[in-house]
């Protein structure tokens, strides 16, 4: 590394009109405007003398021999240089079969398990497997223990070079997983490190990455221009966020770290290089997170939860659901062979379980009412081909979402997200968007659902509200509900816990 | 200010399970969990015995009558000292009347003027009137001058207290702009300054506001939790942000520098505190600014350029026109007591100019054409009225926008937004938004609208698709248009500045 230390505005005019540019802070202000004036322009002449062009320049315009011979060569000019084009130097992780690492899902809503746990053990043996080629590390604000990553500390450590303590643990110069309570220094050292042909990951806590929102933003300009517009750049590892300890389960934390709207953030860049997951389980976490470690030139952002939750999918329908991205939960839905009356869509796994129990209860209630389950894993597929990669055909949604009937979704994010991936779509005037409209506090899971209209209640009520098929229900039924949440109210004021019907619940056959 | 240094984790348990937690970064994590263990149990109950609760409480469970005469009395019991409710001392700002500052505008689309360079002379007086009351200050980093500002200089300086150079200017101790290159430092400052009672306003580089998008997302949410569920709150000041420099005019800085997201972001935030204004012209910015001067416990988003641009409103036009936040630019117009054919909508100034220009071209080609054109100063007015204070309710933005006529929107930034606020409207189906899709580059102004398929032509295209009554049309007019992008990409790669018609163009009589 060369440091110059040189004064301000150097190289520019020293003075224009009598005040001093060089060394002051107008050389990083216009140094020298109105170039129209002759004064201005001979200023502007005899600096540019001042370089004695003559000396550098041939008669034709061309730099001299003598100059052109000082210019490195191949790979030492500052272009080619491999360490400036990190593609050129990135070797493919050596990954494990990420199938090994699955929970037993013999029937679907009744195991439980902590999705980041499971997906923690994975990314334990991508760090192993690459221990040798020092290519991967994970990143993090001092939570890699908190999102239940902690896996990695069996094969690695925290990197620290400073003096250690005694009741210090997982210290150690060679760690690989990069903490500090920082986000910008996290996203900053990662951004190097892709860019340099190496892979990693950031996890953190979903309400505060968006204090990288302006690096992130940098990012994807920059993956944008040297995708599309600069061939020979090397593809680089993507840029892989991990975002857990989400929203809906900030229990202990509060209003203040329920923010769901990086994936807003995100979908305003270009379509080509963004992709958002949001896995309803832990298979579906483990197929999704594979795939984005495998994958180049892209910013993939996966939440997911820390907590434990009921798992869906075994591996095999996982890898299958995470392939298409998007589809029917047939073992949910009570439709096949014929129409269905409304489509239960969800995204996220915590609005997956609202919307598995509000189907559950309006399958009770009433059997006639046919019911298509959809999970959304791949949030992209919701927009028009043409406007994402991962864009459904018109032909494929109108098929999955129907031409006319209604449709109520349950959004992990803030709702007008799904309005705006849709608005193209046919049936979008018949599109019912649950999801966080900025009402949180410190309160139980299921509370948090319950203020912003999104628990499996509300859920049931929509449906009544929307399918005119069981109007005759609606009276009755609608109250039943609304007597639910009362007695919901009532019984985490007494107890600070959510109903035990609530908390153990699990999907059974029907 | 008592500063209290004590060991991490103080006050809890000494050690758990053989374990140092207390001065440990065990502290910083759950310090004891599984409490169902009675061993577990013991320690904490041994912890809260420590503290000798027998000699602190009667047994009645009330404080002994000895601490409770310790306890501050009146304003100086920590929740209501008046510092920490910041609204009880805030003094209304001494106001100039913002009207004397107004550009003449004879004629619509004739005079140039800087908007920002208007509204820093308001600021300037607003600075000069409160100087004595020390009240407000004006905060940015490094751009106050950059963002044509200056005024303000005549009165104050940036505050500065550290040693001065000879060629140093506008420094002193006493100064009330707050200058640093940290957006960070600017917005805590601001919402200290704020949440103690006083008054201020952030000037910054659009692109880069994204830098403080946490920050300002915890304040809005302090501010939504106060003003709505705390109501011995006084009302504090607004944040107010105005953000110049913008997306369409970052003709030397290029794509890093071109970021309208921000609006996007604030969209989500409860809408009882935010207002987003993107002012078409410099009076309109002068009657928006003393707006928001004088409003209490919002988040203000104005959104206005910096360059010399055409002048659309005289003062009296602007007041109305930013009153209602959303109107009928009838001298643009010529639907006036018919039906229009097509209703060119926009909102933001340069989105403003290239409607026009549209309509211009439209008007001259298509006499028999019916144009409604309609401008946006308020951006929160095209949501329901159910959805934020300041929308239209469903009547009124069925007659401004008509219920079954093309609407071509070119609009300020990412064009999903305006899907987003308008998807529940009547006509929202025939609704075509023109906006900033991340082509940006370091390139010419008109280019940059052109990269983004938002300028004129594209425009005047954009109508020919969409209106059936002009078919015949439509062939020989798209070709021209066509022609004139390429006329456009020849001229600007040639000189390097923007076809002579384009900088020049003028609304003139039809």
Redesign the interface.
């Known amino acids: 590394m060369i440091v110059l230390r040189s004064p301000k505005g150097w190289t520019g005019p020293k003075e224009v009109d009598g005040?001093?540019v060089e060394?002051?802070?107008?050389s990083h202000?216009v140094p020298m405007g109105e170039m129209q004036s002759p004064e201005h322009l001979k200023i502007l002449e005899s600096w540019m003398k001042s370089y004695r062009p003559e000396e550098l320049f041939d008669n034709s315009g061309a730099l001299v021999k003598e100059l052109q011979s000082l210019a490195p060569k191949g790979n030492r000019r500052m272009g080619a240089n491999p360490h400036a084009n990190g593609g050129l130097l990135r070797r493919d992780l050596r990954m494990p079969d990420f199938r090994t690492y699955a929970v037993s899902v013999e029937k679907p809503g009744v195991v439980v398990a902590e999705a980041t746990r499971v997906a923690g053990e994975l990314l334990r043996d991508v760090m192993r497997l690459n221990m040798e080629s020092k290519n991967f590390r994970v990143f993090g604000p001092d939570e890699t223990?908190?999102n239940r990553l902690g896996a990695l500390f069996e094969v690695t450590d925290r990197t620290w070079l400073a003096d250690t303590?005694p009741?210090?643990l997982q210290l150690s110069p060679n760690g690989r997983v990069m903490e500090i309570l920082s986000e910008h220094c996290c996203e900053g050292w990662l951004e190097g490190y892709l860019l340099t042909g190496r892979h990693g990951l950031f996890n953190s806590y979903e309400?505060?990455i968006?204090?990288v929102?302006?690096m992130f933003?940098?990012h994807a300009?920059w993956l944008?221009?040297t995708t599309k517009e600069i061939p020979w750049r090397a593809p680089i590892a993507s840029l892989n966020y991990l975002l857990s300890s989400h929203v809906w389960r900030q229990d202990h934390n509060g209003?203040?770290h329920q923010?769901p709207?990086f994936i807003?953030?995100a979908?305003?860049?270009?379509a080509d290089i963004i992709r958002i997951y949001l896995p309803p389980d832990a298979n579906t976490l483990l197929s999704v997170t594979d795939h984005c470690l495998r994958s180049r030139n892209f910013i993939n952002i996966i939440v997911a939860g820390k907590q434990p939750a009921l798992q869906y999918l075994d591996m095999d329908d996982a890898i299958k659901h995470c392939t298409a991205g998007v589809g029917i939960w047939e073992w949910a839905s009570n439709d096949k062979g014929g129409e269905p009356d409304v489509v239960m869509a969800c995204a996220g796994d915590v609005p997956t379980l609202e919307t598995l129990a509000a189907v559950h209860l309006l399958r009770r209630m009433v059997p006639e009412l046919k019911i298509r389950v959809i999970n959304v894993v791949d949030l992209m597929t919701l927009q028009p081909a043409e406007e994402h990669p991962h864009g459904l055909s018109a032909k494929d949604f109108d098929a999955l979402f129907t031409k006319d009937k209604p449709i109520i979704f349950a959004y992990h994010g803030?709702p007008?997200?799904i309005?705006?991936l849709t608005?193209r779509r046919t049936n979008?005037n018949n599109l019912h968007v649950r999801g966080y409209k900025?009402e949180g506090t410190t309160t139980t899971p299921f509370d948090m659902v319950v203020r912003n209209d999104m628990d499996r209640f509300h859920l049931v009520m929509d449906v009544f509200s929307r399918v005119p098929k069981i109007g005759y229900h609606a009276a009755y039924a609608k109250q039943g509900m609304r007597d639910k949440l009362i007695e919901h109210k009532e019984y985490i004021t007494t107890y600070g816990d959510d109903l035990p019907e609530i908390r153990e619940w699990r999907w059974t056959d029907l």
Chains 1, 2 share one sequence.
């Open positions: 005040q001093k060394g002051t802070w107008r202000q223990q908190s303590l009741d210090d309400a505060f968006h204090i929102d302006s933003n940098q300009k944008k221009t209003f203040s923010d709207g807003d953030l979908s305003n860049k270009k803030y007008w997200l309005h705006r608005y979008h900025e």
